[in-house]
């Protein structure tokens, strides 16, 4: 029996993906807890949960033969695999923020702005196209607090509803990507476990 | 001289030694013995050349990923990027005068980095041949029967090889205007089924053909069948890839698997091409295909197909 492992991501996108599989037949056996491994309904079929920015590093391995990721975390690591599907949930949009009161797109007296986000790649390359210098600051999370903590003016960030841009006091002034989830799949698994990964492609795309 | 840890290595390098080593040296020496005995004779280039070499064979996408150093005289050296730029630029000058087709083969390490993934490995280890001189269908046949003896010899049984042929897509692609043209390409590299239908949906014409041949993939009858819809552009490669199935034994067969839908050597490839996969490899193990440019880049016109193989990805998952 070809077995397919497919990774999915911690947060948001999670319940979304899980609903999706178990339309197309496929439901996990068990709540994610410690077990890194689920396994589901389709006994040639079980479940990685990993951490949203790890799923296309572990598809472009193969340690995963599919994953659900959203294309934001999918561009910023520019990983070598397969989309096949568009799977219409997880729409979100990666924005460029500043304080109401920051001045955009330059600050006075020839300052280098200083950009705090989770997206180093895509920042760099949205500000680096548009041939305006900035400083780019990687964090790892609580990046809309990065202005009033003064690590940085503005900020690119994912942003949902926009409700806790508002909260912050920080405003959109541009949209980098418009995003959504996708499945993806390695490229060599695609191949090798083909007859596998058509039913299951198959019974994805009834939905 | 800013001082370093004796342990100190530059990211990406390598240290092999015991069974790694034995598992690539018996590969190697396996492979080796197939191609001397097929009557390849083998070359043992410079490990660095001009960077143009690379560029002049490879095309300017591979740039980025050559290992550069500058020259005593300020031109720039390249890490060997691969062996058939330099086997090309040895057939073009040393071979020059030699008549019929040249069989050539080679075995070492190619440099290449990733800037994006700093930390993958920067060398690793091939092995591979090139027939040149020889256009036709036999010599296409050679290569492939070639892949497959090199598989046996190093005693692997799970593996295929998936292969295709530029001109099944070229008609349909060339029927497209850019940007649309670059879309579709990248919307058939990701399977992006959805997407091609959305953009394609209303064009008519050789155009409409991508929706449904680069999804082709399968033994004979897959090609037949695409065959009987295929438009009239198509027909060569197909036709092409149906004779060289004919004159395949049933256990040669059974490692084929016709696969229409890879794009990425379009702009290098001019008539088959393939990839090797292996059972537990995330990755191809290995690549070939016909390239019949190539030579002209270098000054003398003639027609080449080749494969080189990553002994590192089938050293590592053949245990």
Redesign the interface.
């Known amino acids: 029996m070809t077995r397919l492992r497919i990774a999915l991501a911690k947060g948001r996108l999670f319940e979304p993906a899980v609903a999706r599989f178990r339309r197309a037949g496929v439901e996990l056996e068990s709540e994610p807890g410690r077990k890194l491994l689920i396994p589901s309904s389709d006994p040639a079929i079980d479940f990685l949960v990993v951490k949203p920015g790890d799923v296309p590093v572990y598809v472009?391995?193969?340690?995963a033969d599919l994953g659900v990721t959203g294309t934001d975390v999918l561009r910023e690591t520019?990983a070598d695999v397969?989309?096949?599907?568009?799977l219409q949930f997880g729409f979100c949009r990666l924005v460029v923020a500043t304080p109401a009161d920051a001045p955009y797109p330059g600050l006075p007296g020839g300052v280098t702005a200083r950009v705090a986000t989770k997206y180093p790649?895509l920042a760099q390359a949205y500000f680096a196209s548009a041939g305006r210098p900035v400083d780019i600051i990687p964090v790892g999370g609580s990046v809309e607090v990065a202005p009033l903590l003064n690590l940085a003016h503005w900020i690119v960030d994912l942003v949902d509803t926009g409700n806790t841009l508002k909260a912050n006091g920080l405003v959109e002034r541009g949209t980098i990507l418009e995003c959504g989830a996708v499945l993806v799949?390695?490229?060599?698994?695609?191949?090798?476990k083909?007859d596998a990964y058509l039913d299951l492609m198959e019974r994805l795309?009834r939905d | 001289m800013v001082p370093t840890s004796i342990a100190a290595i530059p990211p990406g390098a390598l240290d092999l030694s015991g069974e790694a080593v034995r598992r690539r040296r018996s590969l190697q020496r396996a492979t080796m013995a197939a191609l001397e005995k097929a009557g390849y004779e083998e070359l043992i280039p410079p490990t660095f050349e001009y960077e143009d070499t690379f560029v002049r064979a490879g095309g300017p996408e591979i740039a980025e990923r050559l290992v550069r150093f500058p020259d005593r005289d300020g031109r720039i050296l390249a890490l060997r990027y691969d062996f058939t730029a330099s086997l090309a630029r040895v057939a073009a000058t040393t071979f020059a005068d030699a008549t019929g087709a040249l069989r050539l083969c080679y075995s070492g390490k190619v440099f290449r980095q990733d800037p994006e993934r700093g930390g993958r490995p920067r060398e690793m280890l091939q092995v591979g041949a090139e027939l040149l001189g020889q256009s036709d269908l036999a010599a296409d046949i050679e290569i492939v029967r070639l892949t497959l003896t090199f598989l046996s010899a190093a005693g692997l049984k799970d593996f295929q090889i998936n292969l295709g042929h530029v001109g099944v897509l070229a008609a349909g692609l060339a029927a497209l205007e850019e940007p649309l043209r670059a879309d579709v390409r990248r919307w058939i590299d990701r399977k992006d089924r959805g997407s091609l239908r959305e953009a394609l949906k209303n064009l008519s014409g050789d155009a409409q053909a991508l929706m449904t041949l680069p999804f082709v993939i399968g033994r004979r009858d897959a090609l037949d069948e695409a065959s009987s819809s295929a438009p009239a552009a198509s027909r060569a490669g197909l036709d092409h890839l149906l004779a060289l199935d004919a004159a395949l034994t049933t256990g040669e067969r059974a490692h084929i698997v016709y696969d229409l839908g890879e794009v990425r050597g379009l702009d290098y490839y001019t008539g088959i091409h393939f990839e090797l996969y292996i059972a537990g490899a995330g990755r191809a193990a290995g690549a070939g295909g016909r390239y019949d440019e190539l030579m002209a880049r270098f000054g003398r016109p003639m027609p080449a197909v080749g494969v080189a193989l990553d002994l590192d990805t089938i050293a590592e998952v053949a245990v």
């Open positions: 472009e391995a193969g340690a520019n397969l989309e096949p599907l568009d790649r799949a390695n490229r060599a698994s695609q191949k090798l083909l795309e």
